[in-house]
T-cell receptor, first 113, second 112 residues
Framework: DAEITQSPRHKITETGRQVTLACHQT?????MFWYRQDLGHGLRLIHY???????NKGEVSDGYSVSRSNTEDLPLTLESAASSQTSVYFC????????????FGPGTRLTVL | GENVEQHPSTLSVQEGDSAVIKCTYS??????FPWYKQELGKGPQLIID?????GEKKDQRIAVTLNKTAKHFSLHITETQPEDSAVYFC???????????FGSGTQLTVLP
C-alpha cells in the first residue's frame, strides 16, 4: 500500500546543531508540505513543493529549508536549531490539482535543548 | 493571506449527544474546506470536506455546512461515541492554491 513515512519519530538535539527530518511518500504525489504543530496554533505551514526542483516558503519558514530532488522525498533542514523550534513536525502530500486531500505522515517530535 | 479561526478550543459532550465545531475564514475566494481528525500520537486524517458550490454534505454521523455569505463553516457529529474523542481541525484554501490554512483545533471529549 502507498504511504507517507517520516524519520526519525523522535529527536533530541542541542541549540545550534543542524538537523534534517526526512519525509518519504510512495503515492507519486507532486505536492508535498511541511507543518509544525504547537499547542494553541494548530498546524502552521513551513515550506511546500509542487514538484521536483520547486520549493516555496510558508507562514513560518524562518530557520528552515527544504530541497526537492525527486518526487518521493522532501527533507526539512533546521540550519541552526533553536529552542523555539521544539515542536511536532508533520509532512503531508497531495495530488497535483488544488482542492485535494492531503495525506499526513505520523509526525516527528523534535526537542531542542 | 487566509486566516481561519476555530471555536471552541475544547468541547466535552455526553455519549450519544451531538457536537458542533465552528470555523470562520477571511478570504472570500476560498473554495475548499476540509475537516481533519487527529488521534493521539498520529497525523491528521481527512474525515469530510466541502467545496464552495455546495451548502451541506453528510457522511453517516458526520456533516459539514457552509455559509459563503457569512464566511463560516461547521462540523456536526451526531450520536457521538467514545472513539470520536480526538482533536479536530478545520482548514481552507482559495483559488488554485494547493496549500491549506488550518484552524487552531478543537479537543473533543466524549464522556461515557
Amino acid at each position: 500500500d502507498a504511504e507517507i513515512t517520516q524519520s526519525p519519530r523522535h529527536k533530541i538535539t542541542e541549540t545550534g546543531r543542524q538537523v534534517t527530518l526526512a519525509c518519504h511518500q510512495t503515492w507519486n504525489h507532486n505536492n508535498m508540505f511541511w507543518y509544525r504543530q504547537d499547542l494553541g496554533h494548530g498546524l502552521r505551514l513551513i515550506h511546500y513543493s509542487y514538484g521536483v526542483q520547486d520549493t516555496n516558503k510558508g507562514e513560518v519558514s524562518d530557520g528552515y529549508s527544504v530541497s526537492r530532488s525527486n518526487t518521493e522525498d522532501l527533507p526539512l533542514t533546521l540550519e541552526s536549531a533553536a529552542s523555539s523550534q521544539t515542536s511536532v513536525y508533520f509532512c503531508a502530500s497531495s495530488e497535483s490539482a488544488s482542492g485535494n486531500e492531503q495525506f499526513f505522515g505520523p509526525g516527528t517530535r523534535l526537542t531542542v535543548l | 493571506g487566509e486566516n481561519v479561526e476555530q471555536h471552541p478550543s475544547t468541547l466535552s459532550v455526553q455519549e450519544g449527544d451531538s457536537a458542533v465545531i465552528k470555523c470562520t475564514y477571511s478570504d472570500s475566494a476560498s473554495n475548499y474546506f476540509p475537516w481533519y481528525k487527529q488521534e493521539l500520537g498520529k497525523g491528521p486524517q481527512l474525515i469530510i470536506d466541502i467545496r464552495s458550490n455546495v451548502g451541506e454534505k453528510k457522511d453517516q454521523r458526520i456533516a459539514v455546512t457552509l455559509n459563503k455569505t457569512a464566511k463560516h463553516f461547521s462540523l456536526h457529529i451526531t450520536e457521538t461515541q467514545p472513539e470520536d474523542s480526538a482533536v479536530y481541525f478545520c482548514a481552507a484554501t482559495s483559488g488554485s492554491a494547493r496549500q491549506l490554512t488550518f484552524g487552531s483545533g478543537t479537543q473533543l471529549t466524549v464522556l461515557p
